[in-house]
Antibody, heavy 118, light 112 residues
Framework: EVQLVESGGGLVQPGGSLRLSCSGS????????MYWVRQAPGKGLQCVSA????????YYADSVKGRFTISRDNSKNTLYLQMSSLRTEDTAVYYC???????????WGQGTLVTVSS | DIVLTQSPDSLAVSLGERATINCKSS????????????LAWYQHKPGQPPRLLIY???TRESGVPDRFSGSGSGTDFTLTINSLQAEDVAVYYC?????????FGQGTKVEI
């Protein structure tokens, strides 16, 4: 059974940094394109970052470009999202998501809450 | 980026009645080489991750009740929930995986 477990969320002041982790079991994360999708309070789903299955391509939403970095540690089967220069509008639940080989998002973690507030 | 626009933003449906949610894509997401529409539907309940309901616009995911159905092609798609049950109260999202960035509709809240 595929499981994705996020960690690293919490309360951080504006301008601060956090690193989210997503530990995978039942799959090899490096075999798949992986996303970070967030849901801000009262808002819809937004893909903020993605990394290709070969790790040679990355995507960032304009709103996080230059501030967030997605990466993988294949030896730990873990996906990361390094977030810096955090803003109040980054407050959201962040989900780690696996892309099915045919394209749709087929497995989601439970999510981790990031709150950016002074 | 492909923009997905859902309608309505919210709807109230009586138990046992039908709910219909529309999703319009700003670009064609039908891939002519395989004649498949690169659209999925998700159900999202508070405190839970989104649940995949439909992919290829009309293929039901394993374990999804058959009261959920998807239709449409090209740029216009519909999710239909027949005989609405109390447990179907949720926000529903369409999602295109045709080209990156993969985008979502803004969501439709279904209430009783």
């Amino acid at each position: 059974e595929v499981q994705l477990v996020e960690s690293g969320g919490g309360l951080v002041q504006p301008g601060g940094s956090l690193r989210l982790s997503c530990s995978g079991s039942g799959l090899i994360i490096s075999d798949y394109e992986m996303y970070w999708v967030r849901q801000a309070p009262g808002k819809g789903l937004q893909c903020v970052s993605a990394i290709g299955d070969r790790g040679d391509s990355t995507y960032y939403a304009d709103s996080v470009k230059g501030r967030f970095t997605i990466s993988r540690d294949n030896s730990k089967n873990t996906l990361y999202l390094q977030m810096s220069s955090l803003r109040t509008e980054d407050t959201a639940v962040y989900y780690c998501v696996k892309r099915h080989i045919n394209g749709w998002a087929d497995h989601w973690g439970q999510g981790t809450l990031v709150t950016v507030s002074s | 980026d492909i923009v997905l626009t859902q309608s309505p933003d919210s709807l109230a449906v009586s138990l046992g009645e039908r709910a219909t949610i529309n999703c319009k894509s700003s670009q064609n997401i039908l891939y002519s080489s395989n004649n498949k529409d690169y659209l999925a539907w998700y159900q999202h309940k508070p405190g839970q991750p989104p649940r995949l309901l439909i992919y290829w616009a009309s293929t039901r995911e394993s374990g999804v009740p058959d009261r959920f159905s998807g239709s449409g092609s090209g740029t216009d798609f519909t999710l239909t929930i027949n005989s609405l049950q109390a447990e179907d109260v949720a926000v529903y999202y369409c999602h295109q995986y045709y080209i990156p960035p993969r985008t979502f509709g803004q969501g439709t809240k279904v209430e009783i």
